[in-house]
Every structure is written in structure tokens, then in C-alpha cells.
């Protein structure tokens, strides 16, 4: 039964599925590896899953681009929660082998950059091959077409294999967003720390027209958080933008800021409000004077009064 | 009975009074000149009058920073008229007078630009007294104390006097709006030309404010015709400004406008809307695209449809 | 000799002529009181005078508009110092002459709103007539026309009177600008604490002109303190701005700022860069990171060493 | 020799080695394939090559965010020439081989949305697999590994296949722009139709930084023409973005806008200006009023005069 079935961008064993298992549900759901971003996304689509958790931003196993792609086009999916997972890898190598041993290394190509000092220093001679994901190469280990895989210290255990060195990473607080994403529904309700996702399409004949969707923003006091340009697919110098904004939905300033967006924009599609991972509500700043709910009322009391000629 | 009672800027004779005969209904009113604008606006105020008109653009007879600075402060009062009237002199005598017989000539301060070129050229050596107003001047030459004045031709019948040389002026399309205004009632509804009329305060302290007011006004689309600087009388630094925008207070591009104006500024005052004298609604411009009514009723459609995921 | 000659908007004892007096180099100066603000100006264009005081900001004397416009038009002129002078007013009356005995009063229109309330609580029944200037009005007493005059402390002496009250005023902090102007030169070197003023003509048919005038200053950190629109005389909607930056030109920031301006304006008139008054370097703040001199000259290094690809 | 190397993100037969292909002097030099984009640009870098050709935006073979994290990190590179290339599939087969024989096809992964609905229509029941580029899944037919691949019609030539099916294209205008990257040095001279390119780091911590980057270059009215942003690899939340500007570097407003950006932005990587492909300078819209470099000299004329007192 679909409702209990949660996808991920698999295959086992990969960074995504340690980060869909720090959910309290994982433990009472169908946990299903699949191919790829869209054959997870796709499965929620057509009733198969009741969510799917995909990388988001700055994956060290892809799959980012492919994400906002899917959540841009297609039938309309929407974001729930996310997860926030340090990401550091193992030295994942079939038991017995040394270091000394190890003559060719695999891993995700996105995952390449994140290594290559460790490599520089520790491994100068191995050869690298890339493998279609992280957790692909552990399989290839365990297969012994490689001497040793990058890979999460979790995906050991799947691939029968040891980690040999752990904690390898280069850039400093390497971390990858994933969000869990389901069919459109009513948002939860707000925390007090939230993010709102949104993808716009800007026209591409208007050469202000980025610059006129910060400032719908801007205006309200709505701070951005991402923002990411994504081709439209329909030619050279035609973008979409994917914009997290801090705040709900049922904010009055990130209300108002959205229907700016939907006026002046070809296309807007909202992508949910959410609890934002690891940031507790008191950790939020304020929003900036004039821009609270309860600013948002009073004016439109005012202006009322002076609609009747009372204010 | 003061509801068939207008004031304006007297006394007889001014443009104002002019300006005010061009109303329709100013047949069957009493029309009363007061000695100052804050005297004709405060007979409005305690219920002496039903409406005062005074200038508040431009004028020749100054007035204009007292009109604002009255609208500004004290009890609330609302513009429900403008009128636009053209600005031409005539040199007004005694029967009899000949140009070679001026060698004094008086009118009020501020027409004294409108004429300076007029006088250099045609009476070189006449001696220029300001007077109270330029209908007082007129006043004073039937009393005899000048041989000439500055005014309004239809002055000459109330003093007695007749026009020498009439059609004077400066600047190229001279002429001054005034306003009638009443004490705070619903405003006239839409009529497709209308001038919104707002007084902001700024915070002496945020330099960017006024920046950010405009923004509020320019990411609605709302165009602006007037920016009128005042000091607030609380110290160097601190002013408030006369905005005059294009649109009515019910549409919504309009209205989300002054909302904002009203969360980020530390006071706003609606001082109305009414229809722009001289424009027929054709000769408007369509609002921006994505700010007419109809853009809004969608967007706010829509943010509540993705409410409830169903966008 | 004109060099040594200052003229002033008189008449003797006005507060004009008490600002004069606090510049050291007054005290060997000729100080020539003029009939107005014009008339003082012009005595520099035409080499009568050196320089001449005028109000310029927030007067109880009025000619601030009268300055502004002058500056704005007419031979360039230039200013070089500021003077900042508290406004406080006297009761000045004929020696023996007691509050009972006082049933007119007199004064400059624009002092009566800072007496206002003192004297409806001290002389309710006083007759208030307008009098030219304030120093005007003591003479008038001094002629026995009226029994009292508001007008500063130091002109009673000038008019034979005696100030039977003083400190009076409404407004908190009442304080009015003067500057001292003279014909165009080098500015004086900046001191760490400048203001530089500038009139800038706005494009009438061009409803965001003066958002894109105000980004001219922001995008280089350039704060404003002084924005004072006057009409340019040539009909309703056509608007020149009085806008007062810190800084001094010779500063990178302020000087791209005013060649921004220059660009997108019709008409930009420098009016100078001075000392402010009352502030000493060490209270002015940092500039906004990136818009110091040294930040100008790293950044102008950089673009050479990127044409020449060495960046 | 190095000087007369060229090389590009092979293997051959990409489209990008037919794009290397449409520059004249590539008939000159010998042109080298390589591994991946890194390697490519490497090869410049370390002296091995004069100038490599690498996919920069909307590619079907990848690498586009490869060039620019690549150009964007390590040692400065400069981009000299832009090529356009409409972007069409072709169905290769080994000779024989009849689309009814067709079972398993294979092609970049970036290259399957472009022929997705082809293989929708054509051969629903064909089983898709990856491969490493376009030209690697011809080389894969070629040893019959797989029946079919999707890649340029002029790598059926290199390896030996033939093409059963031309012009297959899924997005309307599919074109990929490409680059060719040497060592820095003087930018050509321009051309009348420029195109400017840097990449720019943002304050993580400043929610507005995006806003007043796009602000450099709207005040000085230079439209952008490409927005991409980036990850730094420094951690969730920290992007530079690769910005395309139209104009030269040594035109004066592009250049001020530079130097606008080099003092707000951490830091600025200048990637060079170069000649737009396929845009004539007289296609070129005329730069905004105030900003072109005769606006710019003159007011850098009268800046000058300003503060010399003869403006």
C-alpha cells in the first residue's frame, strides 16, 4: 500500500538514505531505493509512494539539479519537510586490504571534488574511475572491480565491506539539504522558523526582471535564502529561478510577496512551507519592523477607516 | 447654515476665488473669503463651512506650504475636488490711468516672478511694493496709495479699477491647482482619472527612507505626479512629504501602496482621492502589467488555493 | 571695497545677522543688511559683496524657499560655510512697558507658529499683525505702532527696546541652517565632516525619476540629509530637488555619485562642498563598507589590471 | 608546441568539437580531446594548450556547471570567443540495423530530456542506459554494446555507424553556447555587440546582497544577460553567481558597474569580453540615456570643473 511507502534516491547505502532514516516515520514505512531523482519523484506522481526524500542543495551525490528541475515541471509536488546531514565519506575497502593495497578508487563524480586533497596526500597513484553513485561503488568493491569506494561509513555494512579511513572531507562544514516531498496538500502549520520554496519564471525579453522579483521581496522584509537559476529548457537566456524565503505561507508579509511574484511573473509555482531543519524558533530573528502579521493587520484596518473616510 | 458655506483664500478678487466659481455648486453657496488658508481650513474644521478651497500647487499667491503644512497637521480633513486654473495677470488701474502715469506698482510676493520680466521690459523704473495679496493690491490702488497692481482681470470690477494690460505672465502654461476640502468622509467612488493625496513622515534617523517609500509605491506600479517636501517643525532633518499619486484608494495596487506606506513610516495621512481635473479616464494610461484589479483578484486566488495545495 | 564687504538678510537684528556674527572674519567685515534673500545673493553676482548669510533651512524668518530658488537659478553661486543657530524669540517692548499693557504684538509670519501657544497662554487677547521681518516688527515698536515684538534678544538693543520675556519658543530643538555664499571657486578642503548640496532637475514625464536619482546615492553609500523639492517655474509636475549628501566632492563615492546624476538629470547644479557645523570629524560615521577613497582606488586598480589581464 | 593546441570536452565527435570546428583557425591547430572539463581547461592552465573550447550554458552533454566551478575556482583563466551551436540529434546505428531492430539505446544523460519524446513516439519499448557523452555511446554501438545512440550527426562518421534519424529535438531553439578559454591577457579590442563576463561571490550573511549586486549594473544601465548561481563549496548557503553583461570592459558605464561590484562583493573574478556569436553591432540596442561613454566623459568633465568653481 502506497501510503506507507516512502522512496529515495538510491540506490542503498547512499547519503540519502542515511538522511531519510533521521526521520521518526522512516522506522513504520516501506523504505524504496530508486534509480534516479525522477524515478523517486515519479512514484509519488503516480500514486506508487506517499513521499519521496531527494538532495536539494550542495548534494555530494547529484541529483540537485535534477531535483529543481522535477519540482519545476511535471505534475505540481510540494515539500514537507527537510533534513540536514553533515556529509563526510569513508575509505570503504573489501576486509584485509591496506591502504598500501588500494590502487583504484571509485565514487560519484560530485563527490570527487570533496576528496581530492585526502587523495593528493594519501593516495597519489590510485587511479580514479567514477561510479553512478557513491553507493554504486561500494557494490563495486564488494564485486572487486574496485580496490576501495567513497561512500558513506553507513553504506559498509550494506556492501560487506570496512571502512577503512572515515571522516574524509575537504570543504569545511559540508553539508546536503534534502527535502521530503509529496502530492500538493494543505502546508503544516507554521513553527516560527519556516522556509517557503518557490520556482519563478522571469521573462526572458526584460533585462530587470530579476531585479524586480528581489524587490517584491525586498519590500515586504522577506529575507531569500537560495536562489538558484535553472535553464527553462526553452533556449539560451531563459531562466527560472528556485527561491527559498524564510517565513510561511500564512505570513502576511510572504503572502503579500507572492502574489507580487505571481503578478509580474509568467509562471510562479509554490513549492511549500516548511519547518526549517535544525533551527529551533527563538534562533529566528525577527521579522523587520512593519513587516509582522500584526503590522500587516492594523494597516489594513487603517486603510479601511480611510476607505469610510475614519482613519 | 454652514453646509451651504464655502470658504476660500480670500479676500475677493484672488484667483482662488476664481478657481472656486468654477464649480458647478458654487451658484448656490455662500461663498465667504477668509484672511489666511489656515483661517478658511479651520472654519471647515469647527463646522462653519462645508468646504474650503485653497491652492495647493504652484500658486501665485502663495499658500501652497501653508495648505500643506495645515493638511499635515491639526484635525484630519479630506480633498474631495481639484481645480486647475491658468495663471495670467492684468495690470489693473484707475480709470483714466495711462501706462506712462505708473510709477508704483504693487501685488502679492509670489506673483512678483510671474511679471518681473514684463515690468523690466514695459515700466523700467516703477517701484514695486509687495502687498498682502493681489487682490489687496488692487484694493490699495483704489484707495490710492499705488498706481498700479498685479491681479486677476476679473478683480478689476470688484475694486473698481480696469485692466490696462491684460494676458501677462512668464512661464510658459502657469497655472495652479487648487484643492476643496472637507472634513473626512468616504471618498467619491473611482472614476478612472483619479489623484490619490497622502502626507508620509519619514524617520529623520534612516537614510534610506525616503528611498524605501518610493519603493512601496513603485513595486505596485502606483506612478507618482507630486513629492512635495516639508519640514515636520521638529528640527533640522525631519520632514514629512506631500505625495500625489496616479489612482484611487480602491484599487488595490493603490491600496496595498498606502498599507505599506503605513507599516514601514511612523505616521501617514490619507488626505483623499478625487478626480484629476482636465483628464477624461481614456487619456489615463492602463495600469502597469500585473498591477490592475483583475491581477490582484487572481494572485489572491491563487495564494489561497496554494493554501490549501491545491494551486 | 566689496572684498571686505558681506551683506545679510537684513533688516539689523534679525537672527541672519546674529548667525553673521558667529563667523570670527565678521568681526572685519562691512555687514550690509539687504531688503531679501534676492537682494543679498545679487550683491555677490554683480561684485558688491564677498559673500552673503541667508537662511536656508527650517527658518522663523522665512527665505528658505527664496534661497533655494536662487541658488537654483540665476548666476552660479556657491557656498562655502554653514551656521547653525537655535531659535529661541524675546517679547521686546518699549522700556517700562508691562505684559498687561501689551494688546498687539507683532512679528515675521512664519515666527507665529513657534509663539503661538506661549501666547495663548500669556496675552489670550493680544491683536497679532504680521509684521515684514522680525527685526521689522521692532521697529514698528520701537515707532509705538504695535506694544510688542517677537524677535530676537539681541535686537532690542539695535531698536532702543527692552525684552520683557525671552526664551520663548514651540518646537522642540527649534533651530534654523544658514550658509554663506559667494561666487564659484575651489571648494575648501574636505575636513573629515562635509556636506556637499546640489540642486538636481528631474524629468517631468518620467514617473520613477527621482527613485532612480535617490539609487544614484545609494548605490555608493552616499547618505542624504537634506531632500527639499521647489517647483523650476515651469508649470504643475515639473520639480528640481535641493537634495544635501555627507561628504565632500572630493571624495570618490560622492563624486560618482554627482556624475551618476549629472548623466541621468536634465540639469544638475553643484552648490558646494563645506564644513558642517557642530560636528566634528570623529562623530561622523565610517563610510559604508566598500565607498571609502582607498576601496575606490583598489577597485579602479583592479578594472586596469583586468583590461590588461593581469587581475 | 602548446600555441598551436587546442583542447575540448571530447570524446571526438561531441558537439562540442563541432563547434571547435566552426572557427576558422581550427583548421590550423591541432585539436585534442579530453576527458572531462577539468582536464580541458587544465591543459591551458599548465601551458600543454593554447586555448581550450568547453560548453558553458544549456548544454546536452553537461559540463556546464563543471566550466563554471572550474573558471570561477584555481588559476584564473579568460574567455576570448563565444560559439553557438543548434543543438539536433541524430539516431546512430551500425549499418544494417533497421529502428525495428532497435532495443537498447543509450546517450549523455543530459541529452535524454532532448529526446525523450522522440523515444516516447518512436520506440517506446527501447531500453534507455547512460553513457559517458554523446560521442562514448556512439563508440559504445560501434561495439555493439548497444543497438542505437543519440548523438551529433557528425560523429556517425568517427565511428563508423550511420545515421537512421536526423533533426531529433525535443525543446524548441535548443542551442548550447560554448567558450574558448586561454590564459589571461588583453581582452580583444570591442566590437560594438560585447558580452562581459565575472563571477561573483556573495555575503552569506547579507540576505540583500544579491539585490545590490544586481543594482551595480541597473544604475549604471548595463543589462544582464546571464544569471547563474553557483555553490562555493564553503557550505549550504554560500553561492557566487556567473553574471554575462552586455557591453565591453573598456566601455565606461560596464566598467564602473566592475568597480561597483569589487568594492561590495567579497570577491570578483573578471572572465573576460569578447564578441557576441551571431549578434551584429548594429543589432545592438543603443545603450540607456546618461550611459554611454560620451555621457560618461562629460560628466566626468564637469566633475571636474565642479570642483575646480567653473561649472
Not at 226 to 240: D, F, K, M, V
Request: charged share 20%.
Amino acid at each position: 500500500m502506497s501510503a506507507t511507502r516512502y522512496t529515495y534516491l538510491g540506490p542503498e547505502g547512499t547519503f540519502t538514505e542515511a538522511a531519510l532514516r533521521t526521520l521518526p516515520e522512516a522506522a513504520t514505512r516501506e523504505l524504496v531505493p530508486m534509480v534516479s531523482v525522477p524515478a523517486a519523484l515519479d512514484a509519488v506522481r503516480n500514486g506508487d509512494a506517499a513521499a519521496a526524500l531527494v538532495p536539494i542543495e550542495n548534494s555530494v551525490e547529484g541529483g540537485v539539479t535534477a531535483t529543481l528541475d522535477e519540482l519545476a515541471s511535471g505534475e505540481p509536488l510540494m515539500i514537507y519537510r527537510e533534513v540536514l546531514l553533515p556529509i563526510t565519506f569513508a575509505l570503504l575497502v573489501r576486509p584485509g586490504t591496506t591502504l598500501a593495497g588500494v590502487r583504484t578508487v571509485t565514487g560519484h563524480p560530485v563527490a570527487q571534488p570533496q576528496v581530492r586533497n585526502w587523495l593528493r596526500q594519501h593516495l597519489p597513484d590510485a587511479l580514479w574511475e567514477s561510479s553512478a553513485s557513491n553507493a554504486d561503488g561500494a557494490r563495486l568493491v564488494q564485486e572487486g572491480k574496485y580496490d576501495a569506494a567513497f561512500a558513506g561509513e553507513f553504506a559498509a555494512a550494506t556492501y560487506g565491506l570496512e571502512a577503512l579511513v572515515t571522516d574524509i572531507h575537504d570543504a569545511q562544514n559540508a553539508e546536503t539539504r534534502f527535502v521530503l516531498v509529496g502530492r500538493p496538500a494543505r502546508p503544516a502549520a507554521p513553527t516560527g522558523a519556516d522556509r517557503t520554496s518557490v520556482v519563478i519564471w522571469l521573462r526572458a525579453d526584460r533585462p530587470g526582471a530579476l531585479l524586480e522579483l528581489l524587490q517584491e521581496f525586498a519590500v515586504r522584509g522577506v529575507s531569500l535564502m537560495l536562489i538558484q537559476s535553472r535553464p527553462t529548457g526553452e533556449g539560451i537566456g531563459n531562466y527560472c529561478f528556485a527561491v527559498d524565503a524564510e517565513g510561511h505561507i500564512s505570513e502576511r508579509r510572504v503572502g503579500e510577496a507572492l502574489m507580487g511574484l505571481k503578478r509580474i511573473s509568467p509562471r510562479v509555482r509554490f513549492l511549500g512551507s516548511y519547518p526549517r531543519a535544525g533551527v529551533a524558533p527563538d534562533e529566528v530573528g525577527q521579522p523587520r519592523p512593519g513587516t509582522s502579521d500584526a503590522d500587516f493587520t492594523e494597516a489594513s484596518d487603517w486603510l479601511a477607516r480611510s476607505q469610510d473616510g475614519r482613519a
